[in-house]
C-alpha cells in the first residue's frame, strides 16, 4: 500500500477531486456544498462528537443539545462517529468546523477511489485496470446528485473492507482478519445506511465461501467468530441508543416512506440535471427526490464487457458448457411470476386503479395476458420439473470465479434499491410492476426498517460496476500489444469517466466561521451554566424544517441547550412548537408553554419575521414583566424569560 506507485495513484486522486470539486477548494473555511439544509445538520452532528470526545465525556455523547428538553436527542439521525478520523484532528488544528467538514468532504472522493483502486488491483493484478475502477466508484456521476449528503459521500471503506476481506480468506492472517474488522468498523460508524449494506453483502460473501467449504475448519470459524465479537463489542454501546430510541419514541420508517424513497426501474437513465454531459436528459424526465442514480455510459460498457470476459464460467460454472439456456429462459419466467403475484391479484379483484400502503397505483390491463403466462409457467415448473436442478448450475457459476460474486452484488443491489414495490414512477401516478425482495429486508431484517431511502443501495450498485468494470478494462488491454498503447487507453477512458461526471462548478453555500459568526452567539459563550434557549422564528411549515439547522450550526460555539432542532426524526414538543404552540407568539398560551419548558433566553431574529416583526415587539412590551429584552445585536433580540408570574 505504501509503494511510489499507490502514492502517486493516491496523490493523482487527490488532484482530480479538487477538480471535480471546484471551486470548493478556494473557499473551505467560509462555504460547505450545496445547501445549508443537511451540510449544516452534518457539521453540528460532528462537531457535537468531537466536542465530547475532547471532554471525555462519552457517556453523554448521545445526549445531544437539540430538542430540549428530550434527551439522548443524537440518535434521531446519523451519528457519523466513523468520520471523526478526518473532522477531529482537522477542527483541532483549524478551529474552523466548516474546514473539517470540507476535509470529510473531499476525502470521501479521494479515498473511495483509492480504496477501489486497491481492491481492483488485487483482482486483477492490473495497476492500469484497477486506476479506472478507482475513477469510476471515486467520482461516479451518482456522487454528484448527493452533495448535500455528506453521508453518502463516505463510502470508502467498502472496497477497503472487501480489500481484506479476500486476503483474509487467502491467507487466514489475523493481519487482515484485524484490518477488515477495523475498516468494515469505519464504514458502520461512518454511515449507517452503507453499514447496514454491507453487513448484507459481506454475509452473502461469507456464507457462498461457506457454501464452497474454505470457512468449515475451526480455525477459520474461530478467526470469524473473532470478527463478530469485536464488531458486536464495538457497535452494541452506539447502537442502543437507536434501539432505545425505537423503542421510547417509535422511531420506525414505514413502507409507504420507503417506497416514496425507493428508485423505479428508470431511475438507473436518470442524470444529475447539474451534470454536463447528460444533464438534459434528467431534466427531461420526472423530479423525485434521490432518484438520480445514472452510473455512466463508459462505466456501464466497461462493465458489461468485464461480465462477458467470463460469462460461461458466471453462469455455467467451470467446465459445465452443456446446459441449455432454456433452462434458465423458465427460471427467469419462474422468478419473475413471484413478482407479479400481486398484479394479479389487483386484476381477479377488478381493480384498475388501486391504492395500496396509501400511494396511489395504476395497472393497465395489456400487462393481463402477460401476467398469466408467467403464472402458467410457473404452474408448468412446478409440476414438471425440479427447479433446484436449474438454479444449482447458476449458483455454481457464482460463486466459482470472482466476477460472479460482484455481479450477483450487482443485480441484488439493484433489485433492493427499487423498494418495496417494483414501480415506475410517473408523477401524478405509480405504476405497479410487483413486489420488491427489499419488503423482506423490510420485515424480518433488524435496522432496515428504519431506513428511509432505499435507493441508496445505488452505492453497491456503483460498487459492483467498477469492480466488473476492472475485468472490462482487463480485457480491452489485452488486445492492446504495447505498453504505451495501454497507458493511452486508460488515460482515455479516464478521461471519459470524468466528463460524464462533470458537474463543476458544484454548488456551494457560505457559512460564517470562527470571529464572523453574529454577534448574539459569541454573548452566549460567554454567559455562563447550562441552560435552555429557543430561537424564532420557527419554520412555517414542514418543507422548511431545514432552516433550523442554522441554530444548530451556530450552537457550536456556545453549547447551551436548543429547544430548536432538526434530525431524521421530530419529538412531539417540537412538532407541536411549530405547527401550534408559536403561532400566536406573544399570548398568554406560548409564554406559558416557554416556561414549562424551561427555556431562559428566547432569541429573536427580526430580519426572519420581516414585516411581522414591529407587531411582534409591541406585543412583547404588554409581557415586559415576564419577558424582558436582555440585549440586541443587529437582527437579533435577546429576551430573558422570568421566573415569576404575569404580564
Same mark, same amino acid.
Given at each position: 500500500?505504501?509503494?511510489?506507485?499507490?502514492?502517486?495513484?493516491?496523490?493523482?486522486? &487527490?488532484?482530480?477531486?479538487? @477538480?471535480?470539486?471546484?471551486?470548493?477548494?478556494?473557499?473551505?473555511?467560509?462555504s460547505?456544498?450545496?445547501?445549508?439544509?443537511?451540510?449544516?445538520?452534518?457539521?453540528?452532528?460532528?462537531?457535537?462528537?468531537?466536542?465530547?470526545?475532547?471532554?471525555?465525556?462519552?457517556k453523554?455523547?448521545?445526549?445531544?443539545? $437539540?430538542?430540549?428538553?428530550?434527551?439522548?436527542?443524537?440518535?434521531?439521525?446519523?451519528?457519523?462517529? +466513523?468520520? !471523526?478520523?478526518f473532522?477531529?484532528?482537522?477542527?483541532?488544528?483549524?478551529?474552523?468546523?466548516?474546514?473539517?467538514?470540507?476535509?470529510?468532504?473531499?476525502?470521501?472522493?479521494? $479515498?473511495?477511489?483509492?480504496?477501489?483502486?486497491?481492491?481492483?488491483?488485487?483482482?486483477?493484478?492490473?495497476?492500469?485496470?484497477?486506476?479506472?475502477?478507482?475513477?469510476?466508484?471515486?467520482?461516479?456521476p451518482?456522487?454528484?446528485?448527493h452533495?448535500?449528503?455528506?453521508?453518502l !459521500?463516505?463510502?470508502?471503506?467498502i %472496497?477497503?473492507?472487501?480489500?481484506?476481506?479476500?486476503?483474509?480468506?487467502?491467507?487466514?492472517?489475523?493481519r487482515?482478519?484485524?484490518?477488515?474488522?477495523?475498516?468494515?468498523?469505519?464504514?458502520?460508524l461512518?454511515?449507517?445506511?452503507?453499514?447496514?449494506?454491507?453487513?448484507?453483502?459481506?454475509?452473502?460473501f461469507?456464507?457462498?465461501?461457506?457454501?464452497?467449504?474454505?470457512?468449515?475448519?475451526?480455525d477459520?470459524?474461530?478467526k470469524?467468530g473473532?470478527?463478530?465479537?469485536?464488531?458486536s463489542?464495538?457497535?452494541l454501546?452506539?447502537?442502543? %441508543?437507536?434501539?432505545?430510541?425505537?423503542?421510547?419514541?417509535?422511531?420506525t420508517?414505514?413502507?409507504?416512506?420507503?417506497?416514496?424513497?425507493?428508485?423505479?426501474?428508470?431511475?438507473?437513465?436518470? %442524470?444529475?440535471? !447539474?451534470?454536463?454531459?447528460?444533464?438534459?436528459?434528467?431534466?427531461?424526465?420526472? !423530479?423525485? +427526490?434521490?432518484?438520480?442514480?445514472?452510473?455512466?455510459?463508459?462505466?456501464?460498457?466497461?462493465? $458489461?464487457?468485464?461480465?462477458?470476459?467470463?460469462?460461461r464460467?458466471?453462469?455455467?460454472?467451470?467446465?459445465?458448457?452443456?446446459?441449455?439456456?432454456k433452462?434458465?429462459?423458465?427460471?427467469?419466467?419462474?422468478?419473475?411470476?413471484?413478482g407479479?403475484?400481486?398484479?394479479?391479484?389487483?386484476?381477479?379483484?377488478?381493480?384498475?386503479?388501486?391504492?395500496?400502503?396509501g400511494?396511489?397505483?395504476?395497472?393497465?390491463?395489456?400487462?393481463?395476458?402477460?401476467?398469466?403466462?408467467?403464472?402458467?409457467?410457473?404452474i408448468?415448473?412446478l409440476?414438471?420439473?425440479?427447479?433446484?436442478?436449474?438454479?444449482?448450475?447458476?449458483? &455454481?457459476?457464482m460463486?466459482?470465479?470472482?466476477?460472479?460474486?460482484?455481479?450477483?452484488?450487482?443485480l441484488?443491489? $439493484?433489485?433492493?434499491?427499487?423498494?418495496?414495490?417494483?414501480h415506475?414512477?410517473?408523477?401524478?401516478?405509480?405504476?405497479l410492476?410487483?413486489?420488491?425482495?427489499?419488503?423482506?429486508?423490510?420485515?424480518f431484517?433488524?435496522?432496515?426498517?428504519g431506513?428511509?431511502?432505499p435507493s441508496?443501495?445505488?452505492?453497491?450498485?456503483?460498487?459492483?460496476?467498477?469492480?466488473?468494470?476492472?475485468?472490462?478494462?482487463?480485457? @480491452?488491454?489485452?488486445?492492446?500489444?504495447?505498453c504505451?498503447?495501454?497507458?493511452?487507453?486508460?488515460?482515455?477512458?479516464?478521461?471519459?469517466?470524468?466528463?460524464?461526471?462533470?458537474?463543476?462548478?458544484?454548488?456551494?453555500?457560505?457559512?460564517?466561521?470562527?470571529?464572523?459568526?453574529?454577534?448574539?452567539?459569541?454573548w452566549?459563550?460567554?454567559?455562563?451554566?447550562?441552560?435552555?434557549?429557543l430561537?424564532?422564528?420557527?419554520?412555517?411549515?414542514?418543507?422548511?424544517?431545514?432552516?433550523?439547522?442554522?441554530?444548530?450550526y451556530?450552537?457550536?460555539y456556545?453549547?447551551?441547550?436548543?429547544?430548536?432542532?432538526? &434530525?431524521?426524526?421530530?419529538?412531539?414538543?417540537?412538532n407541536?412548537?411549530?405547527?401550534?404552540?408559536m403561532?400566536?407568539?406573544?399570548?398568554?398560551?406560548s409564554?406559558?408553554?416557554?416556561?414549562?419548558?424551561? @427555556?431562559?433566553?428566547?432569541?429573536?431574529?427580526?430580519?426572519?419575521?420581516?414585516?411581522?416583526?414591529?407587531?411582534?415587539?409591541?406585543?412583547l412590551?404588554?409581557?415586559?414583566?415576564?419577558?424582558? %429584552?436582555?440585549?440586541?445585536f443587529?437582527?437579533?433580540?435577546?429576551?430573558?424569560?422570568?421566573?415569576?408570574?404575569?404580564?
Amino acid at each position: 500500500m505504501y509503494s511510489p506507485r499507490n502514492i502517486v495513484v493516491l496523490l493523482s486522486f &487527490s488532484i482530480i477531486t479538487i @477538480i471535480m470539486t471546484y471551486p470548493l477548494v478556494r473557499n473551505t473555511g467560509s462555504s460547505i456544498p450545496n445547501d445549508l439544509g443537511d451540510p449544516l445538520l452534518n457539521t453540528w452532528t460532528l462537531s457535537w462528537g468531537a466536542h465530547k470526545i475532547l471532554e471525555g465525556d462519552i457517556k453523554g455523547l448521545f445526549n445531544a443539545n $437539540i430538542f430540549h428538553p428530550y434527551h439522548n436527542t443524537l440518535a434521531y439521525s446519523e451519528s457519523l462517529l +466513523g468520520n !471523526q478520523i478526518f473532522f477531529l484532528p482537522a477542527t483541532v488544528l483549524s478551529g474552523n468546523p466548516v474546514f473539517a467538514y470540507n476535509i470529510v468532504f473531499l476525502a470521501g472522493f479521494t $479515498i473511495s477511489a483509492f480504496g477501489m483502486y486497491l481492491l481492483a488491483y488485487y483482482l486483477t493484478g492490473s495497476c492500469l485496470a484497477a486506476v479506472v475502477a478507482g475513477m469510476i466508484f471515486g467520482f461516479s456521476p451518482w456522487r454528484f446528485a448527493h452533495l448535500g449528503h455528506l453521508q453518502l !459521500q463516505v463510502a470508502q471503506w467498502i %472496497p477497503f473492507s472487501f480489500l481484506y476481506l479476500h486476503k483474509f480468506i487467502d491467507t487466514r492472517s489475523y493481519r487482515h482478519l484485524m484490518l477488515f474488522t477495523a475498516f468494515f468498523l469505519l464504514q458502520f460508524l461512518s454511515c449507517g445506511y452503507y453499514g447496514l449494506f454491507l453487513s448484507l453483502f459481506i454475509g452473502l460473501f461469507l456464507l457462498i465461501e461457506f457454501y464452497k467449504g474454505h470457512l468449515r475448519d475451526r480455525d477459520s470459524l474461530n478467526k470469524l467468530g473473532l470478527f463478530l465479537l469485536t464488531s458486536s463489542v464495538v457497535l452494541l454501546p452506539v447502537l442502543y %441508543p437507536y434501539i432505545r430510541a425505537r423503542h421510547e419514541m417509535g422511531f420506525t420508517r414505514s413502507v409507504r416512506d420507503a417506497i416514496f424513497l425507493s428508485a423505479d426501474i428508470f431511475s438507473y437513465f436518470k %442524470p444529475h440535471i !447539474q451534470n454536463h454531459v447528460w444533464g438534459w436528459i434528467g431534466r427531461l424526465l420526472p !423530479q423525485r +427526490g434521490e432518484s438520480e442514480l445514472f452510473t455512466g455510459v463508459t462505466a456501464t460498457v466497461l462493465a $458489461i464487457t468485464g461480465i462477458t470476459k467470463n460469462i460461461r464460467l458466471i453462469y455455467h460454472g467451470k467446465g459445465d458448457t452443456g446446459k441449455s439456456w432454456k433452462k434458465y429462459l423458465w427460471l427467469t419466467g419462474f422468478l419473475t411470476a413471484i413478482g407479479f403475484d400481486i398484479l394479479l391479484y389487483l386484476f381477479l379483484n377488478g381493480d384498475v386503479d388501486n391504492n395500496f400502503f396509501g400511494i396511489s397505483f395504476r395497472v393497465r390491463r395489456l400487462y393481463l395476458p402477460v401476467i398469466f403466462t408467467f403464472h402458467y409457467t410457473l404452474i408448468w415448473l412446478l409440476v414438471k420439473t425440479r427447479i433446484r436442478s436449474y438454479v444449482r448450475p447458476i449458483v &455454481s457459476g457464482m460463486t466459482n470465479v470472482r466476477e460472479g460474486f460482484y455481479l450477483l452484488v450487482l443485480l441484488l443491489s $439493484i433489485l433492493l434499491s427499487l423498494g418495496p414495490i417494483i414501480h415506475v414512477y410517473g408523477g401524478d401516478k405509480v405504476i405497479l410492476i410487483g413486489l420488491g425482495p427489499y419488503s423482506i429486508l423490510h420485515q424480518f431484517f433488524p435496522g432496515f426498517d428504519g431506513l428511509r431511502v432505499p435507493s441508496r443501495f445505488a452505492v453497491m450498485v456503483v460498487f459492483a460496476v467498477s469492480v466488473l468494470a476492472s475485468f472490462g478494462v482487463l480485457k @480491452i488491454l489485452g488486445c492492446v500489444r504495447s505498453c504505451s498503447g495501454k497507458v493511452v487507453s486508460v488515460v482515455v477512458l479516464s478521461i471519459f469517466i470524468l466528463i460524464e461526471s462533470a458537474s463543476f462548478p458544484i454548488p456551494a453555500s457560505p457559512v460564517a466561521a470562527g470571529s464572523n459568526i453574529p454577534g448574539v452567539y459569541k454573548w452566549l459563550a460567554n454567559q455562563k451554566g447550562d441552560f435552555a434557549i429557543l430561537e424564532l422564528p420557527l419554520p412555517g411549515q414542514t418543507t422548511d424544517l431545514w432552516k433550523e439547522t442554522q441554530y444548530m450550526y451556530y450552537s457550536i460555539y456556545h453549547w447551551k441547550r436548543l429547544v430548536n432542532g432538526y &434530525s431524521g426524526y421530530f419529538p412531539p414538543s417540537y412538532n407541536y412548537l411549530y405547527s401550534e404552540g408559536m403561532k400566536d407568539f406573544p399570548s398568554d398560551a406560548s409564554i406559558g408553554l416557554l416556561r414549562q419548558l424551561g @427555556i431562559k433566553y428566547i432569541i429573536l431574529h427580526s430580519a426572519a419575521y420581516g414585516n411581522d416583526w414591529e407587531p411582534i415587539k409591541r406585543g412583547l412590551k404588554v409581557y415586559s414583566g415576564t419577558v424582558r %429584552p436582555v440585549n440586541h445585536f443587529d437582527e437579533a433580540y435577546v429576551y430573558q424569560l422570568a421566573e415569576g408570574e404575569g404580564r
